[in-house]
């Protein structure tokens, strides 16, 4: 099975050296994280599996590294400085920050109901209401009338109230008027919103936009912000790769003489300022992003037996699909999820996100596959004809010097392609692949008696746990409490429940016993844990099944006796002749049955390990993770052995 909660990937990560959370000498800083050696080998095998995938194993793509500080103007044009932001809401009460759509996420269907209640949509300002309108409701296509959009979506919400419209897309409606309508806050008030973190009515300020991007300077400034001089030397962290992409389109076309359909591919940083990030690397302010713009033929000029953008877009969908199940992703936790016409980004004509099952949190948008059409090439264009212009609700643009088009030998005309964009993320890649390998298995049986010891001390544990849990409720003064109640009442459910499981959860009773804050100063557990340790230790293991290119290290060489230098000389020589190629490591610091579990624990998917039969025969034992089945191989064949198997 695979990990039960974030929080075991989390400890597993700090403990073994993947992901340590940054600036920790000074408290940390909000979600940001440091790849630790064996984080920043796993992330880099995770985009060099992609780049093989995406760029080596075809024809038809281009690698690309572009700057991360561009031009503001990108930013402007591409619509992400007007547009790039979330809604955000402060509980003046508690000072907590939500997302406004994450806040109206989390109320019941009751407060929902009064929210509407409290809109005269009427009264709204329909030219605001231009830029959030939909391009269909219900089975109406109103790509061509906002305001029609509009009017049909207020009746939709006023007439049926709740009944006919989904939280989650009522969320998606409500979140972007409570911006821009002018009642907002005293609307949100009324509606008595109810803060989470208290589950009690909060006391709201205005509904506002927050834009996501990072901002800083090029060059000295001194004056104030919004200054003619802070303006011209503004910057943004991009918070996305694809500009670069765009920006580099005719450079890279012209200088390798590409011919469309060809696109261009780049790993790199990317930055958004989010208001909730959270889930450890799955939503982080800084990331990593791989992404392809995968340019085609406008449909016009699309000749008989050739593809057209939506079965490009299919063939994106499948490929990426089995790229994630080719590293080891199983199907049933890995979906393609159609984006509804409401969900879709303004450049967008369809989106298919793959999302992945993530432990607690649910399905989680691991890669976005967008139909971006000629829209961002457009935008980032000058002299672009009227007609289009409309057709993708754009401005004219002024500042570009660069015409994005090309010209087809083929049809003898030029245009401006149109792009397939699958957009993948590296870290929140790497957090899916940690979460669908982790996995606590027993290596034997372990002795009955001793299983049956445990399971008898257990409801002792409970027992005496609920005791101090209810001292501790009759302590008025919550600071003077020694415990913490709803810890210790969250403990005894857990400890219940694995108990139940006993003795495929010995593991996770070890950690509940071990690290569990409702365990804490609590004799019968301080006595039991142990002896579950011990157990735990002999019959159980924490095992990373990674697929072997995505394993941070590949290959562990041990001595069967660290004081003896024939064995210590020969595994040396192993590792080293290894460590040119990949990360291999060499360890005689414990038992080799010890060894074997810390490689489990961190993924190496092969143990050599050099005993007294090598030194006659010329052979070493090579134990494989997952089966942990040895087989004797002779030092000449090893090489074939790990290379064959290491190829993706
Ligand atoms: N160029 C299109 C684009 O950026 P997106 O859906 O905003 O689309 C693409 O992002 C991918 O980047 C997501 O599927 C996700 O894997 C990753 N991503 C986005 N925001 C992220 C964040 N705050 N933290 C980690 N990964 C993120």
């Not at 941070?552 to 002749?577: C, G, H, S, W, Y």
């Amino acid at each position: 099975m695979p990990a039960r909660s974030i929080e075991q990937v989390r400890n597993l990560c700090k403990r073994r050296g993947f992901v340590f959370p940054g600036s920790a000498a000074y408290g940390g800083l909000g979600s940001f994280w440091d790849y630790g050696p064996l984080g920043v080998e796993m992330l880099g095998n995770v985009k060099r599996a992609w780049w093989r995938d995406v760029v080596y194993k075809r024809d038809d793509v281009e690698g690309l590294d572009a700057a991360i500080l561009m031009s503001r103007k990108v930013w402007q044009h591409s619509g992400h400085e007007a547009t790039f932001s979330d809604p955000l809401v402060d509980n003046k009460k508690t000072g907590k920050r939500y997302r406004l759509d994450h806040l109206l996420e989390a109320q019941p269907q009751r407060v929902l109901g009064e929210l509407l209640a409290h809109i005269n949509f009427a009264s709204m300002p329909l030219t605001k209401l231009v830029n959030i309108a939909p391009q269909s409701v219900g089975d109406v296509d109103y790509t061509m009338n906002p305001l029609g959009a509009i009017g049909h979506l207020a009746a939709m919400l006023i007439e049926s109230r709740m009944h006919h419209v989904s939280t989650d897309r009522l969320v998606r409606w409500l979140a972007p008027i409570l911006v821009v309508y002018p009642e907002r806050e005293l609307a949100i008030n009324k509606a008595g919103v109810i803060d989470p973190s208290t589950q009690e009515v909060g006391e709201w300020t205005n509904p506002r936009n927050f834009n996501l991007m990072f901002q800083t300077h090029i060059g000295p400034v001194v004056r104030a912000a919004g200054s003619e001089e802070e303006l011209a030397a503004r910057a943004y962290l991009r918070p996305e790769t694809a500009q670069g992409i765009f920006m580099n389109f005719a450079h890279v076309q012209r200088s390798l003489a590409r011919k469309v359909p060809f696109g261009i591919a780049q790993v790199g940083k990317a930055f958004r300022n989010e208001i909730t990030p959270g889930n450890f690397i799955f939503r982080t302010r800084e990331f990593e992003q791989m992404e392809i713009e995968f340019f085609i033929k406008p449909p016009q000029f699309v000749r008989e037996g050739e593809k057209n953008d939506a079965q490009w877009h299919d063939e994106w969908i499948k490929q990426r699909y089995e790229w994630w199940m080719g590293l080891g992703i199983d199907e049933a936790r890995l979906r393609k999820r159609e984006q509804s016409a409401d969900e879709l980004a303004h450049y967008s004509k369809r989106t298919v996100d793959l999302e992945y099952l993530f432990p607690e949190f649910g399905w989680g948008e691991v890669e976005g596959i967008a139909n971006r059409t000629d829209y961002d090439l457009s935008a980032h264009s000058r002299d672009i004809p009227a007609e289009d212009l409309a057709r993708l609700k754009l401005e004219p643009n002024a500042d570009s010097v660069e015409k994005f088009d090309y010209f087809d030998p083929d049809a003898k005309a030029r245009y401006i392609p149109w792009v397939i964009e699958p957009s993948a993320g590296a870290t929140r890649a790497m957090l899916a692949f940690l979460c669908e390998a982790y996995h606590e298995e027993l290596t034997k049986e372990p002795p009955t008696a001793e299983v049956d010891a445990i399971k008898a001390e257990i409801p002792a544990v409970i027992k005496n746990a609920q005791k101090k849990q209810k001292d501790a409720e009759k302590e008025a003064d919550s600071a003077q409490r020694k415990h913490d109640p709803a810890a210790i009442e969250a403990f005894c459910a857990a400890l219940e429940e694995a108990a139940a499981r006993l003795p495929q959860s010995l593991l996770e009773i070890d950690a509940l016993l071990s690290e569990h804050s409702g365990a804490q100063n609590l004799e019968p557990v301080k006595k039991l844990q142990p002896k579950v340790n011990k157990l735990a230790e002999d019959c159980a293991r924490v095992v990373l099944k990674l697929h072997p290119a995505l394993a941070p290290i590949k290959l562990a060489v041990f001595p069967l006796k660290k004081n003896k230098p024939e064995l210590v000389d020969i595994a040396r020589r192993i590792a080293q002749t290894y460590q040119p190629h990949f990360r291999t490591v060499y360890d005689d610091s414990a038992g080799i049955g010890r060894l074997y579990r810390r490689q489990d624990e961190v993924g190496t998917p092969w143990c050599v390990t050099v005993d007294f039969q090598t030194l006659e025969d010329n052979t070493v034992t090579v134990r494989e993770r997952d089966s942990m089945q040895q087989q004797r191989i002779s030092l000449e064949a090893l090489r074939e052995h790990f290379f064959t198997r290491l190829h993706v």
